[in-house]
């Protein structure tokens, strides 16, 4: 008894160091894919093949662990993106669909890691000029184990289009979407300040924004931006170093009818989870006839998990 007593303590010995200094890098993504339907809707039509299977291949580039879709068109487009990501290698089984009062387009996220809770938000509402709106694609929010011991929280948003509309501003509009989605960051904050927590999506504005401010917010509570920075496909397989600075490619977003570009999508980080945040592993996919997949541009960061 005491020699197999000794044996298993030195295995333990030996081992448990490893245990200790054990870490787990994952990365997390954002993709609009500009109305990503599988089959004809009445109020949508049919992505085509080559835009679909653009969607896929970038999305196969990347390799994400955790992948934030904005602009899936229902369950079942959603259900085949996943199946035919998991027929070409990636398989990323836990999925959370999200629908706000807007129908035709859907919150999707997909996950190598289990999701332990579901807190979707479909009914928040806002008033401008007396009058009442909703947030009309709502927001997800899950929570993901990388591991027993490692969670982080996901909230993944679409806000307002730049698109004008009749019955207010699209400014307005789109800063108090910001306000509501602030307001859920708040009570995660307020609750555990040290909470991991992830925010992405198409926000439909740009860094100097007052929507980007009301947002990112202010004080301890302050979110960081990640500014994924371009890379190509080629560059990130081969992990070569981003060309960093203040004028490195950032832009997320090609509008067409104003030929411009801008960035409007982000991966932005509570303070908690900025600490596992990789400083520098944060991207822009820039790849070879990009615009069959979708006006926007996937973006990605990395983080290791103590």
């Not at 199946?83 to 629908?99: D, I, M, T, Y």
């Not at 992990?239 to 411009?260: E, I, Q």
């Not at 999508?265 to 989870?273: A, K, N, Q, R, V």
Request: aromatic share 10%.
């Amino acid at each position: 008894m005491t020699t197999h007593f000794c044996w298993l303590f030195c295995i333990f010995t030996a081992f448990f160091p490893l245990v200790l200094g054990a870490e787990t890098a994952f990365w997390v993504a954002s993709f609009n894919l500009e109305n990503f339907y599988t089959h004809p809707s009445p109020t949508r039509p049919l992505k085509p093949q080559k835009s679909r299977l653009k969607v896929q291949e970038s999305i196969l580039t990347l390799q994400p662990d955790v992948l934030a879709v904005q602009e899936i068109g229902d369950a079942q487009s959603f259900s085949d993106l996943q199946s035919s990501l998991k027929f070409n290698g990636l398989h990323l089984p836990h999925a959370e669909l999200v629908r706000g009062s807007d129908t035709n387009i859907c919150l999707g996220i997909l996950s190598r890691f289990p999701i332990t809770a579901r807190r979707p938000h479909t009914n928040l509402h806002f008033f401008i000029d007396g009058h009442r709106f909703r947030m009309a694609r709502g927001v997800a929010e899950v929570d993901l184990a990388v591991s027993p011991t490692y969670r982080f929280i996901l909230l993944n948003a679409h806000l307002k289009s730049k698109r004008p509309i009749a019955e207010a501003d699209e400014a307005e509009i789109r800063e108090q979407e910001a306000r509501q989605l602030r307001r859920i960051i708040d009570r995660i904050l307020t609750h555990k300040p040290g909470a991991n927590v992830v925010v992405c999506g198409d926000f439909n504005d740009t860094p100097d924004s007052l929507t980007l401010r009301s947002l990112l917010g202010s004080g301890a509570g302050r979110l960081i931006d990640t500014r994924p920075e371009e890379m190509s496909g080629l560059d990130f397989l081969n992990r070569r170093p981003k060309a960093s600075g203040s004028r490195a490619t950032t832009w997320t977003h090609f509008y067409s009818k104003s030929d411009v570009y801008s960035r409007f999508d982000y991966i932005l980080l509570s303070p908690g989870m900025a600490a596992e945040w990789s400083h520098g592993d944060a991207l822009v996919l820039n790849s070879l006839d990009w615009g069959l997949a979708s006006d926007h541009r996937p973006i990605m960061a990395r983080f290791i998990a103590p």
